[in-house]
């Protein structure tokens, strides 16, 4: 299972390196993304000084994560789009690969583009709304609990809708609802890890581990039923 | 015609467990496919004997493809009963174990644009399980083993992404070949590399079907040829002994179901 999801990582991260979609359209939109959410919120840059920078750095967490959840969406349509032309699913099927492997696979490489994207956007939030770093740990699990449950309920919906027609319009409806308890979970513990008290954030964090663990381990077991009806 | 290391046709195939002599490759009694509603097969019966090369004819949207994807285990079978290397095509099991010991060349060739035609048929060849040392006799018996293995997919000819195709086909070693218009987009010499590639395979334990408007040159190649109309394959007498120059049966036309 694990060769297989690696052999199947490593080609999708190879497809994307090659078609430079992640840099030339993914980054550039989640940064779009936070730059605009950053005017929405404090246009006028002459007052940073007075209570709208204050504001920017309150919300700068949620800011943060909804920008990491929209790009996040352009991420796993492409990451099944690539297997929708050309008859690669179809191929895939007959490789005999374990649909877990091809599941933890692709998700893999959505987790490893996402915190590339992370990385970026994260350096923007904190030149743009200058959020201070108070708690590096509780960041960092946050980071990982919340972009491998985005990862992996993404993987799954995102395979759901492969077939379909609609399924560029389709992942959106599907994936943001599911999580909308994500978005909710990682903005407050990277409030906590922010701005502290720390203890705040843990519960949080836990919840998110949590839903990661609850959604790697649908995708495992029901990826192969999946893929049969795709 | 063989060069040394050619890895299908010499080494003849591994994927999966081989087949009884004494039992059919491919055997459907009423096999019906819907898709959309539509019966693409509508009681299906055929039977395929190992080292047999089958040549589907008919026109278009008479179920020679579905018949192809059918035996793949892609093509789901609700009615009727479907066997294929042993394999029972109703059940989930069997058919992923078919799919596993089929190589299918379908209209679409499957294979990635981004990628070069050698990351193409490395990726392919490690996710069918084939061997990593005929990745490179298989570029070359394709003919794309020169500066074409860099070139990405996308800035491929039809020719050339059908011969990239046909090299993990080659690499997989399949105990069945399932050949959707193996011809189409290929030039004269490319059609003869296929024609070369069947036989081969076949002299080594193979069995092939294929569909094709060449029907020139795949009446030449083929062993029995099946008429397929209205979503059912129409066979009249009794297969031929399996081999090359067997004799052949050949159907007439026939109406729809």
């Not at chain 1, 690669?88 to 893999?108: E, M, S, V, W, Y």
């Not at chain 2, 087949?19 to 459907?28: C, K």
């Not at chain 2, 190992?50 to 035996?71: D, F, H, M, Q, Y």
């Not at chain 2, 190589?103 to 990635?112: E, K």
Request: glycine share 12%; with cysteine; aromatic share 6%.
């Amino acid at each position: 299972m694990l060769r297989d999801a690696w052999l199947i990582a490593s080609k999708d991260l190879r497809v994307e390196w090659s078609s430079k979609v992640l840099t030339g359209q993914v980054l550039p939109f989640g940064v779009l993304v936070l730059i605009l959410f950053g005017f929405g919120i404090s246009p006028d840059r002459r007052v940073v000084e007075a209570p709208e920078r204050a504001v920017l750095e309150q919300v700068a967490p949620g800011l943060f994560w909804m920008a990491v959840l929209l790009s996040a969406l352009l991420a796993l349509g492409r990451s099944f789009a690539i297997e929708s032309v050309d008859g690669n699913l179809d191929a895939l099927k007959l490789t005999g690969l374990d649909p877990a492997g091809i599941f933890l696979g692709k998700g893999l490489a959505v987790w490893l583009e996402l915190v590339a994207l992370e990385v970026v956007l994260g350096a923007g939030a904190f030149l743009l709304y200058g959020a201070p770093l108070g708690h590096p740990g509780l960041l960092a699990v946050t980071v990982a609990a919340t972009t491998t449950s985005v990862a992996a309920a993404g993987t799954l919906y995102a395979a759901l809708a492969s077939g379909l027609r609609v399924r560029d319009t389709l992942v959106p409806l599907l994936v943001l609802p599911v999580l909308a308890p994500v978005l909710l979970g990682a903005t407050l513990a990277t409030e906590a890890a922010l701005f502290g008290p720390a203890g705040d954030g843990w519960p949080w964090a836990g919840f998110l581990g949590a839903f990661a663990l609850l959604y790697l381990g649908a995708g495992i077991l029901s990826f192969g039923p999946l893929l049969e009806e795709t | 015609m063989t060069q040394p290391g050619n890895p299908s046709p010499e080494a003849g195939p591994t994927s999966a467990r081989p087949t009884a002599a004494s039992l059919p490759v491919v055997a459907l009694d009423g096999a019906v496919t819907l898709l959309g509603g539509f019966p693409a097969l509508a009681g299906a019966d055929l039977r395929v004997q190992p080292g047999e090369i089958v040549l589907l004819e008919g026109p278009n949207g008479a179920g020679k493809s579905t018949l192809l994807r059918l035996c793949a285990g892609l093509a789901p079978l609700q009615q009727g009963s479907g066997r294929v290397l042993d394999n029972d095509l109703s059940d989930r099991v069997g058919r992923r174990r078919v799919r596993r010991a089929v190589g299918l060349l379908g209209h679409q060739t499957s294979l990635y644009d981004e990628l070069t035609v050698e990351q193409n048929v490395r990726f392919w060849a490690r996710a069918n399980r084939a061997v990593d040392t005929d990745i490179e006799p298989a570029l070359e018996r394709l003919g794309i083993g020169g500066r074409l293995r860099d070139v990405p997919v996308s800035g491929l000819s039809a020719g050339q992404r059908r011969r990239t195709a046909l090299a993990v086909i080659v690499c997989r070693r399949p105990h069945l070949w399932l050949l959707d218009e193996p011809h189409a987009g290929l030039d004269r010499a490319g059609r003869d590399l296929v024609d070369d590639l069947v036989r081969q395979a076949v002299a080594h334990g193979a069995t092939v079907m294929l569909s094709s408007h060449e029907l020139d040159r795949a009446t030449e190649l083929a062993t029995r040829i099946v008429t397929v109309a209205g979503g059912r394959p129409l066979e009249r007498g009794p297969s031929p002994e399996p081999g090359p120059g067997s004799a052949r049966t050949c159907t007439g036309s026939a109406d729809a179901a």
